[in-house]
């Protein structure tokens, strides 16, 4: 199940350290160790696919519904005015950790973030 080499796998497992937000059997929510907003995190699935095309559909729409919950947790916390969901799929698309991920991306009218 886990992928040798991979950063987001060694995170699952507790072999680098990351700052959790959210964690449940299926998922963890971490912050981006680059943020490009204030409060920015990632969604992990726990069981590693390389990417969309590889995720399994029932994490793929779990995903979804954990991006949600946190989204709404952080509205209320960080009283943030918007969001963007970003994901990534392929060097070409901006993907540098090939371990399928949705980054939750805080926006207010002062930021200057380009996604
Ligand atoms: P991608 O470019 O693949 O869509 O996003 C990968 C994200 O993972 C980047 O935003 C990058 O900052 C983040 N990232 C890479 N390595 C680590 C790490 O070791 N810890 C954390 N928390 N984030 C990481
Ligand atoms: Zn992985």
Do not use: W
Request: with cysteine; hydrophobic share 45%.
């Amino acid at each position: 199940m886990m992928q040798d080499n991979c950063i987001f796998c060694k995170i699952i497992a507790g072999d680098i350290p990351s700052a959790t937000v959210y964690e449940d059997e299926d998922f963890k929510v971490i912050m981006d160790i680059f943020p490009a907003a204030r409060g920015h995190v990632i969604v992990i699935p726990k069981k590693h696919a390389a990417n969309l095309y590889e995720l399994e559909e029932e994490s793929a729409s779990k995903a979804l519904i954990v991006a949600k919950k946190v989204a709404k947790a952080m509205k209320a916390e960080l009283g943030c005015e918007g969001l963007n969901l970003l994901q990534n799929n392929g060097e070409v698309a901006g993907q540098t950790v090939d371990h399928f991920h949705i980054h939750l991306i805080p926006r207010s009218e002062e930021d200057t973030v380009n996604v």
